[in-house]
C-alpha cells in the first residue's frame, strides 16, 4: 500500500475553520535564545575547566613516565640486558 499525504483541512461543526495555532511572542523566543545561548556558555566554561586541570596534570604524568623510565633501564642494566 502506497502511502499519501492528504492534506488535512480542520473545520468546526458549523463550517468554519479552525484559527491558526498562535506563534511564540518575541519575548518568548528571545529568551528561548538566551537559554540556549547560556547553556552553551556553560558546557565552554566546563570544558575550559577540564582542559585546565589536564594542564597541571600533564607535567605530574611525564614526571612519573621518566621514573619509570629510568627504573626499567636500572632493572634491564642490574641484570645485564642491556
Known amino acids: 500500500m502506497i502511502y ?3 492534506q488535512i483541512i480542520d473545520l468546526t461543526p458549523t463550517g468554519e475553520f479552525l484559527p491558526r495555532p498562535a506563534t511564540l511572542s518575541w519575548t518568548a ?11 552553551a556558555a556553560g558546557v565552554i566554561a566546563v570544558a575550559a575547566v577540564f582542559l585546565w586541570i589536564a594542564s597541571l596534570l ?4 611525564l614526571i612519573a613516565a621518566a621514573v619509570a ?3 626499567y633501564r636500572l632493572q634491564r642494566r642490574r641484570y645485564g640486558v642491556g
Request: no cysteine.
Open 69 to 71: 623510565y629510568m627504573a
Open 4 to 6: 499519501r499525504h492528504h
Open 58 to 61: 600533564l607535567p605530574v604524568a
Open 29 to 39: 523566543r528571545i529568551g528561548i535564545v538566551a537559554t540556549l545561548v547560556a547553556v
